[in-house]
C-alpha cells in the first residue's frame, strides 16, 4: 500500500515541505535552519559519477557567489552518508576538471537513502528512474516559500550560469517591483507591471519619461546593474 502511495509534488507558491536530515555538515531542519535566507535546493542521481560529478565542483567553485547574494546550497542523493563522505573526498584529491582541482564541497549534501525527502519534493521521476533521483532545482525564499522550480533528466548536466541568473533575477523583481524579459541579466531593461486600466494605458503611451512603451500592455525601463548589484549583492 504504501510502495503505491502518490505524493503531491510541490508548486511554486507552496511553503518547502519541510525535514529532517543527516547531512556532511551535520543534522539539518529544513527549511527552518535557513531562515532568512535564499536556498537553492538540488537533487542529484548518484554519487560516484561524472556528471553529477562536474555539477558538484562547479556548484562549490560558485558557492562563494551564491553566497555573497544571500544563498544557501543544500544537495540530495539517496546514497549513503559514508558514500557521500568517500566521492567527496575523491573529488577534492583526485579529480581535474576544466581547471577547477582540488575542489572541496563545504555546502551540506543530505543522506536520503530511504527516498523520503526525495519522494516529497517529487525528484523521483517513475518514467526516468525509480531507484534515483533526476536533477531537480527547488529555489527557496527567506521566507520558506519555493519560488522556482527547474527540472533536469539523469544525462544533461546543469547549466550554473542560468541557476545563478535565476537567483539574482528573483530578487531583483522582488525588490523593485518589476518582471523580467526573456535573457534578462542586470543592466537590461526590466519589465514594468502592466497597466490596470485604460487611463493608465493611456498616460503610459503618451509618457516621456523613463518608460518605453511598444504598446500599452508593454513598457520598459532602464534599471542600472550596479544598483541591482548593490540591492542583491552583500558587500
Known amino acids: 500500500m504504501e510502495e503505491n502511495q502518490v505524493v503531491s509534488m510541490p508548486r511554486i507558491g507552496d511553503p518547502a515541505p519541510e525535514f529532517t536530515a543527516v ?14 535566507n535564499w536556498v537553492i535546493l538540488f537533487s542529484h542521481p548518484a554519487d560516484f559519477t561524472p556528471v553529477c ?68 519534493y ?3 521521476q517513475p518514467g526516468e528512474a525509480t531507484t534515483k533521483a533526476v536533477r531537480a532545482v527547488f529555489y527557496i525564499d527567506p521566507k520558506g516559500i519555493i519560488r522556482t522550480i527547474i527540472y533536469y533528466p539523469l544525462s544533461m548536466g546543469r547549466n550554473f550560469d542560468e541557476l545563478y ?27 514594468v507591471p502592466t497597466a490596470g486600466s485604460c487611463g493608465v494605458a493611456k498616460e503610459r503611451m503618451e509618457s516621456k519619461d523613463e518608460m518605453h512603451c511598444y504598446d500599452w500592455f508593454f513598457c520598459t525601463k532602464a534599471l542600472d546593474k550596479d544598483k541591482v548589484l548593490k540591492t542583491v549583492l552583500k558587500k
Not at 168 to 180: H, P, Y
Request: a negative charge; glycine letters at 8%.
Open 122 to 124: 517529487g525528484m523521483i
Open 23 to 36: 547531512t556532511t555538515q551535520g543534522n539539518i531542519n529544513f527549511p527552518s535552519d535557513f531562515k532568512g
Open 165 to 191: 541568473r535565476v537567483l539574482i533575477g528573483l530578487q531583483t523583481a522582488d525588490a523593485f517591483s518589476v518582471a523580467l524579459p526573456a535573457d534578462w541579466r542586470p543592466g537590461d531593461d526590466v519589465i
Open 53 to 120: 560529478t562536474s555539477e558538484f565542483m562547479t556548484f562549490a567553485t560558485m558557492e562563494a557567489q551564491f553566497t555573497e547574494a544571500n544563498c544557501k546550497l543544500v544537495g540530495l542523493s539517496v546514497d549513503g552518508l559514508y558514500s557521500h563522505i568517500a566521492w567527496l573526498r575523491t573529488i577534492k584529491e583526485k579529480i581535474e576538471y576544466k581547471g577547477m582541482k582540488n575542489v572541496e564541497v563545504k555546502f551540506p549534501l543530505i543522506e536520503d537513502i530511504t527516498m523520503e525527502v526525495a519522494k516529497k
